[in-house]
């Protein structure tokens, strides 16, 4: 199963909404998962099932979707979230990731 | 606390092999799935494979299977990695990632720091 995400780069500043979307090349129901990497360091997991905030994480993450089409929404920026974000399918055994989105400060 | 701990890392030849270590604590290892994910420089995430909590289930990626053995030992509370007939296109930073599990499908809510694994002659 393939993972498009778009776009691979954004820029934006503080305050700002931000929405990245993840299409998967078949349906996955809802077993996408959203991850945000720093450099250098390893990835942590925002959103699990779609939808589901992980312990610990803000509010400010949101994600939504089904089937093949997902979003990842960030309500109001704040500068600890300039980093790479990742969408994960877990539908198939064989995992696959998207290709990252790099979210930078304009 | 969950700690995840990999090791084994280093400069290795092209066609030669390695083995990679991920040392468990702080949670009922032999009842959870692991994977190994790696990221090569500058590139983004590729799962590399799967093993269950008992070893019975493993899944690899198409650009390692055949060459990438998992395996693990309950009792050491340890997953590993044993990369055969490596190349270039293995230089990455491995991590061990443990597998949470429920009716949302599942993901990778603990990770290892990562090893460099690096493939040149």
């Known amino acids: 199963i393939q993972m498009t995400q778009s776009p691979s780069s954004l820029s934006a500043v503080v305050g700002d909404r931000v929405t990245i979307t993840c299409r998967a090349s078949?349906?996955?129901?809802?077993?996408l998962n959203w991850y945000q990497q720093k450099p250098g360091k390893a990835p942590k997991v925002l959103i699990y099932?779609?939808?589901n905030l992980q312990s610990g994480v803000p509010s400010r993450f949101s994600g939504s979707g089904s089937g093949t089409d997902f979003t990842l929404t960030i309500s109001g920026l704040q500068a600890e979230d300039f980093a790479t974000y990742y969408c994960?399918?877990?539908?198939?055994?064989?995992?696959?990731f998207g290709q990252g989105t790099r979210l930078d400060i304009k | 606390q969950v700690e995840l701990v990999e090791s084994g890392g280093g400069v290795v030849q092209p066609g030669r092999s390695l083995r990679l270590s991920c040392a468990a604590s702080?949670?009922?290892?032999?009842?959870?799935?692991m994977h190994w994910v790696r990221q090569a420089p500058g590139k983004g995430l590729e799962w590399v494979a799967f093993?269950?909590?008992?070893?019975?289930?493993?899944n690899y990626g198409d650009s390692v299977k055949g060459r990438f053995i998992i395996s693990r030992d309950n009792a050491k509370n340890t997953v590993f990695l044993e990369m055969n007939s490596m190349t270039v296109e293995d230089t990455a930073v491995y991590y061990c990632?443990?597998?949470?599990?429920?009716?949302?499908?599942?993901?990778?809510?603990?990770w290892g720091q990562g090893t460099l694994v690096t493939v040149s002659s």
């Open positions: 990632a443990k597998k949470a599990t429920g009716w949302f499908g599942e993901f990778l809510d603990y």
């Open positions: 702080g949670f009922a290892f032999s009842t959870y799935g």
């Open positions: 093993i269950s909590y008992d070893g019975s289930d493993k």
């Open positions: 078949q349906s996955i129901t809802t077993y």
């Open positions: 099932g779609a939808s």
């Open positions: 994960q399918q877990t539908y198939s055994v064989f995992n696959t």
